[in-house]
């Protein structure tokens, strides 16, 4: 972590201010007024903190004195436009916010009403196949993630693939990516099996299940608990395929996924969340350098097309990317290209089976 020689932390009224930067340039820059939308209740704890550190070092590092203002709401969605609203209404000239694709939306629309800038920052579980007028979304590309496993998996661990999916986890583009990378590649999907639902069995049933195919690799699509469970589960009924499990899964279980296969936006070792910060803050510091002066609301133009260190902003979407890499236990065993905008594989994902959920931080 940079060295912030210079900050100050003013909390209340549920808003935490920070300022950050270099001395030499915070003594005669005006610093950079920027709101941060936060989930408050996430399921992964501490990750609005990271954030807001990884903020802080990428404008430290950017040399951009910068005013942070955090304002958390609900899952990432109730209330997130009318808090952009407030944050620029209170001075914010650029809006930082974590929040679900959905919700991106309406807070695009509140901050081009109030002529701020707009970087959505989230963790990429939904597709994104329309751009949000002056908006940048960048994120820990986590559907891009899962295609590139699938067609990692199919050259390079087997060539038939059976899915166990839990219920809450379910309704992200995410767990259909891994089908479509693995069959876009030319290997067999043979069938799933649903757990920590209702209606569904248990994860040993799944397990079994899974075993009974005889699929080359499994793929686990669940979080926290539930994929350390379905884990434990195929373990003990001697599931002998190979394992790939969803990136934020892995990295939650560290040593306890054992010898499980994924593939993610950061290496081993870097907080994911403190990551999704630096990356933002650089955006927004390479927006502040190439607009001069000119509305912050034309930020997602100014950007467009652009490359900034390691992350590439697609002209037309104005999402990000940025390089992937395979992980096996603790190791980097490869590296694998950005997913740029929206591969075939995934247009043709069947209208009953998209993302319907709101929560981009898997919450549920």
């Known amino acids: 972590m940079l060295d912030l020689t210079r900050r100050a932390v003013v909390a209340g009224g ?121 908006a940048v979304q960048t994120s820990l590309q986590h559907w891009q993630s899962s295609l590139r496993m699938g067609e990692w998996a199919a050259g390079h661990l087997g060539r038939s693939l059976f899915s166990i999916v839990s219920a809450p986890d379910a309704g992200y583009d995410t767990v259909f990516a891994v089908r479509r990378g693995f069959t876009s590649a030319g290997g067999r999907f043979l069938g799933f099996e649903l757990t920590h639902g209702a209606d569904s069995g248990t994860v040993e049933q799944a397990a079994r299940a899974a075993k009974r195919s005889g699929a080359d690799v499994v793929a686990i699509s669940a979080t926290g608990s539930r994929a350390e469970q379905i884990l434990q589960a195929c373990r003990a009924v001697g599931l002998r395929a190979e394992v790939v499990l969803d990136s934020l899964a892995a990295d939650a279980l560290g040593r306890r996924a054992g010898a499980a296969w994924s593939v993610a936006s950061w290496a081993r070792g870097a907080d994911p969340f403190a990551t999704l910060g630096r990356d933002a803050a650089l955006l927004v510091a390479e927006g502040q350098q190439r607009l001069a002066g000119r509305g912050w609301d034309r930020l997602g133009d100014i950007l467009a097309g652009r490359k900034v260190g390691s992350l590439l902003v697609d002209r037309d979407l104005r999402t990000v990317s940025k390089p992937l890499v395979v992980r096996h236990a603790a190791s980097v065993v490869a590296s694998r290209p950005a997913v740029r905008g929206v591969p075939a594989s995934m247009r043709t994902i069947d209208p009953d089976q998209v993302a319907g959920y709101t929560n981009e931080y898997l919450a549920t």
């Open 14 to 134: 549920g808003t935490a201010a920070v300022l950050v930067g270099v001395p030499a340039l915070a003594a005669t820059t005006p610093a950079l007024s920027v709101g941060v939308l936060t989930t408050g209740n996430s399921s992964r704890p501490g990750s609005a903190a990271k954030l807001l550190g990884g903020l802080s070092a990428g404008f430290a590092a950017a040399g951009v004195p910068a005013s942070l203002t955090e304002r958390p709401v609900a899952f990432g969605y109730a209330g997130a436009a009318a808090a952009a609203t407030e944050l620029a209404a209170a001075g914010a000239q650029v809006v930082v916010a974590s929040v679900s694709t959905i919700a991106a939306r309406q807070v695009a629309a509140a901050c081009a009403a109030a002529g701020v800038g707009l970087v959505v920052a989230n963790v990429g579980a939904q597709l994104v196949d329309e751009p949000l007028p002056g």
